[in-house]
């Protein structure tokens, strides 16, 4: 048996990546390396919350490019998309824009990027725009750079709460199967588009409530049907209002029309002899 009391105990946790970025700020100013901000927010990306694989990418990066390091050589490292650039996509999903949406992910496969990191980051970023909608902005739920904050911040301003849910559906479903996917492209095209057409898509509760309130509303006092089928003329005066002709006598009423018709069409059973008188 394991004595509980020899054992140590180890809780691993992802970093945050602020955190990450001033770790590697610090190891690039002892070894005289000037690397740009943005350039430092891509290896924690792409670190995913290790340290160790961090300062792993930064030691090649040092190896490769000398004392000077950009984001685009972290890119291409990885493999990943620029931040820009999925901004950029986020905004023409948001907008409708599905010809700047398939363009954008053209020019990205073109340049090599890997589709199911792309489709992760996608994913995350609609995440954060829906974190910032709804908490008004908070730093401490978001891991991002003041830049990419405020271009965070205008698209939540703009985008409804169960439009990027319902998109965040979809590109939930996409990343679990692009792993067997056989045409990756394929399926994120489509994913772009059941994103654009979901932001303006009708929820099935607010369809029910609409239901709900069409079936608890008054009727019509009188249904048009009705009001066809109801005599045009108004019936005449009573037999007690007619006055008498002269002579004292009261006019006898016509029969019914509906009575004379039945008698005009009504079958002659037989026919009387004539006899004649002798």
Known sequence: PTILSRCQRFDFRRIPAGLIVKHLAMIAGREQVEVDDAALHAIARGAGGGMRDAESTLDQLISFCGSKIVEEDV???????????????????????????????????????????????????????????????????????????????????????????????????????????????????????????????VSVQTLIETLGRLRDSDAPSESPVAARVAPAVSPGPAASSRRPVEGGSTPTPAPPVASVEASALAPVSAVEPVVEAS
């Open 75 to 201: 890119l291409s490292m990885f493999g990943l998309a620029a931040g820009s650039r999925v901004l950029a996509l986020g905004e023409a999903i948001l907008s409708g824009e599905a010809v700047v949406a398939l363009r954008e992910l053209e020019a990205l496969e073109q340049a090599g990027k890997d589709l199911g990191r792309l489709t992760t980051d996608l994913l995350h970023h609609f995440r954060n725009v829906l974190v910032f909608r709804v908490s008004g902005g908070d730093r401490g739920l978001l891991e991002m750079s003041e830049a990419e904050a405020a271009a965070l911040g205008a698209q939540a301003a703009r985008a409804e709460v169960d439009s990027l849910t319902r998109s965040l559906e979809v590109l939930t479903d996409a990343e679990g199967r692009l792993g067997y996917a056989t045409s990756k492209k394929i399926l994120l095209e489509v994913t772009l588009l059941r994103a654009i057409e979901a932001r303006s898509a």
